[in-house]
């Protein structure tokens, strides 16, 4: 069984700023980081005309579907998708088998140029994302979690999240 | 798989309708969806045939308020119900922090009850899930067909660990929000204990 994924404020940062520098460095419209169950972690550019809800729900669906195929292969994953469309094009990237890379641009970029940059921002990734697992881990063994809000959740709270 | 990011203080929770070809886990969500509040959900989306069967999954995301700070969100997912999207729903059960099985009460769906529910169990075995250590919820679905199974009989064979259960009509809307906001309390009960 997976565990939880915890994000804090500093490797949120870092993560902000990775997806940053590949947004200039690519020239892409957009990024977005999602985790393998379709939950955005975060994004850069212009994301005010997209639903980035169905977005990640829709693109781990893809992964997900796509991750059956290869199985069925006797492949291990796809780690690439990329869709070609009219003006726009995606690429879809595996991250270190847990979060998925999602990058949309249009012609003043080109798939080499996207495909170079993700490489070099997967790996940075990778390490920040290590990290976190690490963190977390380490935190429940000293039991420091403990602090956490869900400690005294209520009836009462759960009650009013449906009034 | 639960998410809590601390830096947009939010956390978010996937719970998955779970049941027999027909029984109504699309209709949960289509309920939900026209009864919340426009600012507290996103759109629903349906991968559907043409037939409106579903062909991956429905999916819709809810932010139903605050606890202690945090932004609860939940992201509600059907499965493809009927027997042959098997490989389909075995990708939707990753990550998922609850289950609602929705049971077709009429009688002659029993045996699909029956088979579904094992399947669900097989599915989460195959990631280390028990169902019975899972925040689960069951919805006697149907309940006002003039053909449907008693309560105790359904129970008896579909539950017996005494899992909360839930009559409803989910076409008119009875017991979908029970079953919703249960299923919800378990989840973040269940967060409660591990953190």
Known sequence: MESNLIMYEEEFRRIDEELRKLYQQANAKVLFLIDKNGQLIASAGDTHQIDTTALASLTAGNIAATGGIARLLGEREFTVLFHEGDTDNIHISLIGQRVILVVIFDKRSSLGLVRLRVKKASEALVQIFTEITTKAEKEKIEGRLEESPFAEISDEDIDNLFR | ?195
């Open chain 2, 1 to 195: 798989m639960s998410f809590i990011n601390y830096s947009s203080r939010e956390i978010n929770c996937k719970i998955v309708y779970y049941g027999p070809g027909l029984c109504g886990k699309t209709t949960n969500l289509q309920f939900i969806f026209k009864k919340t509040k426009p600012e507290q959900k996103g759109k629903l989306i349906s991968l559907a045939t043409e037939t409106e069967r579903t062909l991956f999954f429905d999916f819709l995301p809810l932010a139903l308020g605050d606890i202690k700070g945090f932004r609860v969100r939940f992201h509600l997912y059907t499965v493809p119900g009927q027997v042959f999207y098997a490989a389909s729903r075995k990708l939707i059960l990753k990550g998922v922090d609850g289950v609602v099985f929705v049971a077709d009460s009429q009688l002659e769906r029993m045996e699909a009850n029956i088979e579904s529910l094992d399947d669900l169990k097989i599915n989460l075995a195959e990631q280390g899930y028990e169902l019975e250590k899972l925040p689960c919820t069951i919805q006697l679905n149907k309940r006002d067909l003039p053909n449907v199974a008693p309560v105790k009989e359904m129970t008896a064979i579909l539950n017996p660990n005494n899992i909360p259960t839930f009559e409803a009509v989910a076409v008119g809307g009875a017991g979908v929000f029970e079953t919703l906001k249960d299923v919800a309390k378990r989840v973040l009960f269940e967060l409660r204990k591990h953190y």
